[in-house]
């Protein structure tokens, strides 16, 4: 599974303040922290901030000390442009978080994913917001595809997010997940993402549903997922998970894991 990693996101609020405060230190510490727990993405996020200048400010601080690819999580084309003019190295792997068929997300994103063909996120809304119904999402994933396709854009490296609702908010909101995902590879053999704390919002213990809801998601098939990689047992459960769906090779990376002290019971 391929791991985005979720610290870097101001609405967090002990987040929001250290890049308000432009805190560097404390940046790099999450930084480094979750690039060794195993990202292979970092996700930014500076909505709940001055979102171009912060974005620009925290690319460049995150950027001084690791160059994992980084996921821009905005809505916004000029937050985007600004990203993409600011990070160092091939802007072909930087993913963007995300298009949708909100008219003013597509068109303004739609430029910047075709010229740099980087990996893009499709989350499975529009104009009326998220749709309930799991028909309604899947039809909205496939005018989506239907797009980026005619555009020339490389399938492969789109990744469609059916939306993780809070259990607080509808409690068959991982049932309508693990659905919608099932579904969309199916029908339009595309990968599809999750982000998965949502899962557990206003919850308490909330990593034991995260994990929970990891494992499922996982068995599901589902790609890729936006998680705490500074989480020892999420990430022993991605291991785990992975052996024991066959996807990990005489359990060299469990083994590796094991010798390494990393897997946490
Ligand atoms: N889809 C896409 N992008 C997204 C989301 C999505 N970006 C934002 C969000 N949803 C995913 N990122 C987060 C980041 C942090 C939290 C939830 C989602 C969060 N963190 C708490 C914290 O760090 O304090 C608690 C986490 C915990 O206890 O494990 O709530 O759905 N495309």
């Not at 009326?128 to 496939?142: D, F, L, S, Y």
């Not at 854009?153 to 991982?174: G, N, Q, R």
């Not at 936006?226 to 990376?253: A, H, Q, Y």
């Amino acid at each position: 599974m391929l791991i985005i990693g979720e610290k870097l996101n101001s609405s967090i609020p002990g987040v929001k303040q250290i890049i308000k405060d432009k805190d560097k230190a404390a940046v790099q510490n999450l930084t480094l922290k979750q690039v060794v727990g195993g990202a292979d993405y970092l996700d930014l996020n500076t909505a709940e901030c001055e979102e171009i200048k912060d974005m620009e400010w925290l690319i460049n601080t995150v950027q001084e000390v690791t160059d994992i690819p980084l996921c821009i999580d905005s809505i916004s084309a000029p937050v985007v442009e600004k990203a993409l003019s600011c990070i160092k190295g091939d802007k072909s792997k930087v993913m963007i978080n995300s298009i949708s068929l909100v008219k003013d997300c597509l068109y303004g994103l739609l430029p910047f994913v075709l010229k740099y063909r980087c990996p893009v996120i499709g989350l499975t809304m529009d104009e009326n917001g998220v749709p309930k119904t799991v028909e309604e999402r899947i039809e909205i994933a496939g005018r989506l595809i239907n797009i980026l396709d005619k555009e020339g854009y490389d399938l492969k490296k789109l990744y469609i997010d059916p939306l993780v609702l809070p259990l607080a908010v509808d409690d068959a909101s991982a049932v309508i997940f693990l659905k919608c995902s099932t579904e969309i590879k199916r029908l339009f053999n595309v990968k599809t993402v999750a982000g998965l704390s949502n899962i557990s919002y206003k919850m308490p213990k909330r990593k034991i549903l995260n994990r929970h809801f990891l494992t499922m998601c996982m068995a599901f098939g589902v790609d890729a997922a936006i998680l705490d990689p500074t989480d020892p047992k999420i990430m022993t459960s991605v291991v785990t998970n992975e052996l024991l769906l066959g996807k990990d090779r005489s359990g060299n990376n469990f083994l590796k894991a094991y010798q390494n002290n990393n897997l946490a019971d």
